[in-house]
Every structure is written in structure tokens, then in C-alpha cells.
């Protein structure tokens, strides 16, 4: 019974290793889709929609520099979210709330761009709030 015990133990946290990865990659994909969205709009590139009665109205810039911030501070959460601390997954899920909101709020500039961010970071919140953080702290005991 120990032997099925410690294979179920290491499924576990290998899987609990997987999604944290998996958010990581989809973190870092993201900010840099927004990076790109964020000069795009900085550049004022003919590609946005202009919505005149939309509640949320923002100059185009201005949502690029919101953007391009996010993007950046996303990827290095991203790049932070490899070591796998409780930290990070708090930070990547907050931050990855707030991405989510603005490209909630944009969706009427670029809706496309949105749709598809909106869904990236669904499934990075829902990656790391899985996840319970004694597999982790156990898995990385391990390895050491």
C-alpha cells in the first residue's frame, strides 16, 4: 500500500509542477501578446476599432501604455513563476486578474486580441489557484 501511497504522492505533484509550468508558458504568452498590443497602440497603428459611446473610453495610447506595462510585468512574473513559491502563484494571479480586466475593458478597440487574452488568463488563474502548495513545497524538498 505504500508503494501505490508514493506513486499517487509523486502523480500528484508532478502534476502540480505541470500546471504551474503550464501557467508560467501561458503568463509569459500572454505579456508578450500585450506587449505587442501595447506598441501597436502606442504607435496609434490603424488596426484598432474606435468605439465613440463605449463607458470605458480611453485613448488608444493610453490603453497601449496600460498594456505594454502589464505585458512586461507579466513576463517577468512568468519568468518568476519556475521556481513554483507561493509568492509568485500570488503575484501571477493577481496580476493575471488585472490583464485579464483590461482586456476586458479593451475588447471594444481590439476585440480578437482580447477574446483570445481573456481566455489565456482564465486558465492561468485557474492553473495556479488548482494547484495546492503543500505538493509543491514537498516536491521541491524533494529534489533538493
Not at 509523486?10 to 504568452?29: D, K, W, Y
Not at 500585450?34 to 474606435?50: H, K, L, P, S
Not at 470605458?56 to 510585468?73: C, R
Request: hydrophobic content about 55%; proline content about 2%; glycine content about 10%.
Amino acid at each position: 500500500m505504500t508503494t501505490t501511497t508514493r506513486r499517487q504522492a509523486r502523480e500528484t505533484q508532478q502534476l502540480a509542477s505541470g500546471l504551474v509550468a503550464f501557467a508560467a508558458v501561458m503568463l509569459i504568452i500572454g505579456g508578450l501578446l500585450n506587449v505587442f498590443r501595447g506598441i501597436m497602440a502606442i504607435a496609434e497603428d490603424d488596426i484598432f476599432v474606435t468605439t465613440p459611446d463605449y463607458v470605458f473610453e480611453f485613448d488608444v495610447s493610453g490603453w497601449g501604455w496600460i498594456h505594454l506595462i502589464l505585458g512586461v510585468l507579466a513576463v517577468i512574473v512568468g519568468f518568476g513563476l519556475f521556481k513554483a513559491t507561493l509568492g509568485a502563484r500570488i503575484i501571477g494571479v493577481l496580476l493575471a486578474g488585472l490583464l485579464l480586466i483590461s482586456s476586458f475593458l479593451s475588447l471594444p478597440y481590439y476585440p480578437l486580441w482580447s477574446i483570445i487574452l481573456i481566455a489565456i488568463y482564465g486558465f492561468v488563474i485557474w492553473a495556479l489557484c488548482v494547484v495546492r502548495g503543500d505538493t509543491l513545497a514537498s516536491a521541491s524538498q524533494r529534489e533538493r
